[in-house]
């Protein structure tokens, strides 16, 4: 292990001159005149020196204060016991720090990620004399409702051969589940954790895959208008205020995938505290257990440090690439990753590096385009599929959409779902506005969505093609007046502000309305569709806002009503009186 | 005993550099000139040079002046003998009364443990209706002000002090003219809250540094306060001359700004102070109202912008009165018609509705277009809103302010007109 000494110090960035070597990325703990390890990382060598980037409060360090290097890369536990957990950004758990700690947080505090008391229910798969190498699988313990596939280590260097393999039974994570003989005849005894460094993709699969499936959110402009598949990212940018936060905890509730991970990341501590106070009390609406059964946070707030929270969204994705390493789909769900790059931002002043645009650094845009690339749908080495997606907030300065982390986030993920003011205030809700966002996979996901509707892509294009009309015509008629506009485009205005109203726009606080399957939003979609098509028989303007005016009620009760319940049975056939009048 | 060190190298707008060995970051210094004394904080360590921000300024620092490096960071008092006092951003009273006798804290502390943090359910009552009945403050949400220079947003402060469910007031005032100080002074004394009130002053006149302890000497001392089970209520005015202070010094450390001069942590820096705003479970909470003037009412300038993303919602005050559209309460939710009278939701929402019809149709007059009797209605109606409710001197309770708006709903509308549910009208419509 590597020692050093502080030579200097500004704000969580201190410079130590060390003995022997370093590694770039390592971690190294500065161990203050309280008695307090610091942990920190190194993040530049220059000739004997370093500088490390201090998680914690620098309070107090001092010239000369010792400094260990580890010589290991900043690393998550991995292992059964990780769902349900509430992490800081460093994989801490919060809530055994509070017994630890009292009320307040307290530098210099690690506890073990994962229980080491904890009992699983081993069962081995894997048989003595067989040969393993890196990311075999060597049994199974229940979590929730997966079977929690264990693994030999995947940073395990070559093959070896199985000489004992634990009986099934109840063992914890420290526990010898396998002892293996490598081809040097060196014995390894494997448990059933093992750690992976944070800032390395977990690469161990056989081929990535294009992204053909979609990732239901229940959101309905989501889904049908502005899709994101299983392994696809996206990013919702939009200024504050405008339901970025609301929307990622309503997909965080009705998505349909196995895990989610949430990484609140610097972001107010009291939008965590709904999830994790609430989702122990939530079905899941899947399996019918809670919704925390399925959900991992990771909780680095605004007024935790700093550089924790530039580590926090590569602990959520490295636990994401291990769950996807069972075959499950994974959601990340980032919020907001402009603090990740204000992190960044911070520490490269620090630096005195040379800043680039809103003084972000140069490597801004690749560090972006890293972290979404850890996203995809991947085939396992015994064929099975597995993803990992990301849906990220970003948080514009100004609300500007030409600021460097949203343009960065653009020119890597394949949707947009950007939020304006301009629906928020109007309070349509959720305000992804339809007129700017974008999603590249309906092509790649066409096979998949035929099966909700053999025309399914070109019947949504249209749709979008008449919102775009009624805006144009929206925009006129703001110059010229109703007087100035003809009954035929007051039509398709209004038709347009139909489809707005009933299916864009949806109700997140509403038991029902806030989550549709796709089946349900494929079958509202052909009636909004319906109506759409309709020559529509006014009188005059006044008769055709009348009309629009009680189609939208109907539709929006009809949209709060159980699925294929009497209530809905009801509104269908006074939807279906109209469409035959 | 620490050593005496006699020689400061350099000396640049608040910042001073000097020699010296064995300081910690973070550690306060004295330096003491003929006559003057001032402190300091140790900002950056570089081999034995040593940075000190100097809180009361560099003015007068001599290259030969004494600094005795403390032992300990910024620390402020704390306890009861503090209420009823004012202290300056130092932490030094300035009312003529003595030095409290009371116990040091150290301000700036850690984080509160998220998992520790509770679902905010209680109401503040402030008895001002645009805040209680349309945009409700909750216990331990963090709030600020959006005005515009002129606005009369301190007399909305300390209306808010007075009147607002607390047990104790601390008021960090930060660039703050003279007649403002002695405004909230007169206010408190004269309307007996001062016994429950404790004031942080830093004057526009007083050195910038100091202008930056203000909120954490405030914060500090109603963390203490709240885990002793109080409710505390913390205004600050004006965080726009503290974000400006940070921008003063960063500029003078030579840091890149990242937007209008601005450092690239105004967002952290603004939240480790807002994120101070607490319920703590089975004791007292936190809850904070700042006020942010807007550069030339520009909500996208940084401050209030960084702002905005920090906090749980806004109150813009606009031409002397709270504007009902821009202003949002994120945690409303959390207490309306659940901690108040079942009719709030509704009412609440049917009068915005309707004043926002109102608001159409004086644009519609604006732009010379006809006048519908429905038009009259909503004007006459849009009038009376204005005038019983929205006016900053009307004052009443949530339960007479929503008595008051079904009185107002029932004098120009038919129940039908309003959209209100059957069973709200049956139990809430004024008789004839
Ligand atoms: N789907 C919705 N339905 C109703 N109200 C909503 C919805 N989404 C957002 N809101 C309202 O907008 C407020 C702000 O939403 P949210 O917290 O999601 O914004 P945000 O974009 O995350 O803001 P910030 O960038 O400041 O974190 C909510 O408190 C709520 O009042
Ligand atoms: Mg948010």
Redesign the pocket.
């Known amino acids: 292990m590597g020692m050093g000494r502080v030579v200097a110090a500004y704000g969580n960035m201190v410079t130590v001159a060390f003995e022997g070597s370093v590694r770039q990325n390592e971690v190294a703990y500065i161990l203050a005149a309280d008695g307090s390890r610091l942990k920190s990382e190194v993040i530049r060598v220059r000739g004997e020196r370093c500088n490390v980037q201090v998680f914690e409060d620098t309070r107090d360090i001092q010239v000369g204060d010792q400094v260990e290097f580890t010589g290991n890369l900043l690393v998550v536990e991995l292992g059964p016991g990780l769902l349900t957990q509430i992490y800081d950004g460093l994989q801490n758990p919060l809530p055994k720090l509070s017994q630890a700690t009292g009320l307040f947080l307290k530098r210099g505090i690690y506890i073990d990620p994962l229980d080491r008391e904890a009992k699983w229910d081993f069962t081995p798969t894997a048989k003595v004399g067989a040969w393993i190498e890196a990311g075999d699988i060597l049994g199974w313990v229940p979590e929730g409702k997966f079977q929690h596939q264990i693994f030999v280590p995947f940073d395990f260097i070559g093959r070896a051969e199985i000489v004992k393999m634990a009986e099934k039974g109840f063992y914890t994570v420290a526990d010898t589940v396998a002892e293996v003989k490598d081809e040097d005849g060196k014995l390894h005894k494997l448990t059933m954790m093992q750690v992976w460094p944070i800032k390395i993709p977990l690469k161990l699969y056989q081929e990535r895959l294009l992204p053909d499936q979609p990732l239901v959110t229940g959101c309905r402009v989501i889904d049908s208008f502005f899709p994101v598949a299983k392994g696809g990212t996206a990013c ?1 940018p ?13 997909i965080s509730r009705y998505a349909e995938v196995d895990v989610i991970i949430v990484a609140a990341c610097g ?2 501590a009291g ?1 965590v505290v709904e999830t994790l106070r609430e989702f122990p009390h939530l079905e899941d609406p899947y399996t019918g257990g809670t919704l925390m059964d399925r959900t991992i946070i990771i909780c680095n707030t605004s007024s935790m440090p700093v550089a924790a929270r530039e580590a926090s969204i590569y602990t959520a994705i490295t636990l994401g690439e291990y769950y996807r390493q069972m075959g499950l789909n994974v959601l990340i769900l980032a ?2 990753t402009s603090r990740w790059a204000q992190a960044l931002r911070e520490m490269s002043g620090r630096l005195e590096e040379i800043p680039g645009e809103e003084a972000f650094p140069a490597y801004l845009q690749s560090r972006i385009a890293e972290f979404y690339e850890r996203a995809g749908f991947v085939r396992l080495k015994d064929g099975r599929t597995g993803s990992v997606s990301v849906i990220g ?1 970003v ?1 514009p300065a100004g609300g500007n959409f030409e600021e460097p982390v949203t343009q960065g986030t653009l020119a890597v993920v394949g949707a947009f779902l950007g ?1 304006t003011w301009a629906r ?1 205030n109007a ?1 349509r ?3 992804i506005d339809p007129l700017i966002s974008w999603s590249k996979y309906p092509e790649q996901m066409k096979e998949s969505l035929a099966k909700v509707d053999p025309h399914w892509v070109e019947i949504i294009r249209a749709a979008q093609k008449f919102i775009h009309q009624g805006s144009e015509i929206k925009k006129r008629m703001d110059v010229v007046g109703e007087e100035g506009t003809s009954i035929g485009d007051f039509l398709i205005y209004l038709k347009a502000e139909f489809l707005d109203s009933v299916y864009l726009q ?4 509403d038991a029902v309305d806030a989550y549709n399957t796709m089946e349900r939003q494929a079958y509202s979609f052909r009636m909004v569709e319906k109506i759409l098509k309709k020559d529509i028989a006014a009188k005059d303007k006044d008769d055709a806002r009348d009309i629009f005016f009680r189609l939208t009620a109907l539709f929006k009760n009809w949209n709060a009503s159980a699925w294929q319940g009497d209530e809905f049975k009801r509104f269908e056939s006074q939807i279906n009186d109209f469409l035959r009048g | 005993m620490r050593e005496i060190i006699t020689k400061i190298d350099e000396i640049t707008g608040n910042i001073a550099t000097l020699k010296a060995a064995g300081v910690g970051l973070g550690e306060l210094a004295l330096l003491q000139s003929p006559g003057r004394e001032t402190l300091g904080q140790v900002i950056s360590l570089n081999g034995d040079n040593v940075t000190v921000q100097v809180f009361g300024g560099t003015k007068g620092i001599s290259t030969n002046d004494k600094v005795r490096f403390l032992g300990h960071p910024m620390m402020v008092k704390y306890g009861n003998a503090l209420l009823g006092r004012i202290f300056n951003g130092s932490g030094v009273p300035i009312d003529g009364g003595p030095e409290p006798v009371e116990e040091e804290i150290p301000i700036g502390g850690p984080s509160f443990n998220p998992a520790n943090r509770v679902i905010p359910k209680q109401m503040i009552r402030t008895n001002i209706p645009m805040i209680d009945v349309f945009n409700s403050l909750v216990v331990s949400q963090k709030l600020p002000i959006f005005s515009i220079p002129g606005e009369p947003y301190n007399q909305l402060l300390a209306r808010v002090g007075m009147q607002a469910e607390a047990d104790i007031i601390v008021l960090g005032g930060m660039g703050l003219k003279f007649d403002d100080y002695t405004f909230f002074k007169r206010t408190f004394e004269e309307s007996g809250v001062m016994n429950r009130v404790i004031m942080f002053i830093h004057l526009a006149s007083d050195p910038v540094v100091e202008c930056l302890l203000v909120p954490d000497m405030a914060l500090a001392v109603a963390e203490r306060f709240a885990e002793s089970g109080k409710r505390v209520l913390v205004l600050l005015t004006d965080m726009t001359n503290f974000s400006d202070s940070l921008k003063e010094i960063s500029i003078s450390m030579e840091q890149i700004p990242s937007n209008r001069g601005y450092p690239g942590d105004l967002y952290s820096q603004l939240a480790a102070r807002y994120e101070k705003a607490v319920d703590i479970e089975g004791s007292g909470d936190i809850t904070i109202l700042a006020v942010t003037t807007m550069p030339g009412d520009d909500v996208t300038h940084p401050i209030p912008d960084n702002t ?6 806004q109150f813009y005050l606009r031409h002397g009165v709270i504007d009902p559209f821009g202003s ?1 309460s ?4 959390n207490v309306v018609s659940k901690a108040t009278r079942r009719d709030h939701n509704d009412v609440m929402n049917t009068m915005i509705r309707l004043y926002s019809d109102c608001r159409e149709s004086r644009n519609k007059i604006a732009m010379g277009f006809k006048v519908s009797k429905w038009d009259e209605t909503l004007l006459a109606y849009g009038q009376d809103f204005e005038r019983e409710l929205m006016d900053l001197n009307v004052n009443m309770p949530i339960e007479v302010a929503l008595d008051r708006c079904w009185a107002i709903l029932a004098r120009h509308f038919e129940p039908v007109q309003t959209g209100l549910k059957d069973e709200l009208v049956k139990e809430f419509w004024p008789a004839q």
């Open positions: 919702i939009g200024p504050f205020g405008s339901g970025k936060t609301v929307l990622q905890q309503q972001e107010r939008e919020d907001s907030t948080s939020l928020s309070r809700f959720p305000a949806q109700n997140a606080f | 905005g993303y920090i906090t749980e919602g949002l994120r945690l409303k939710q």
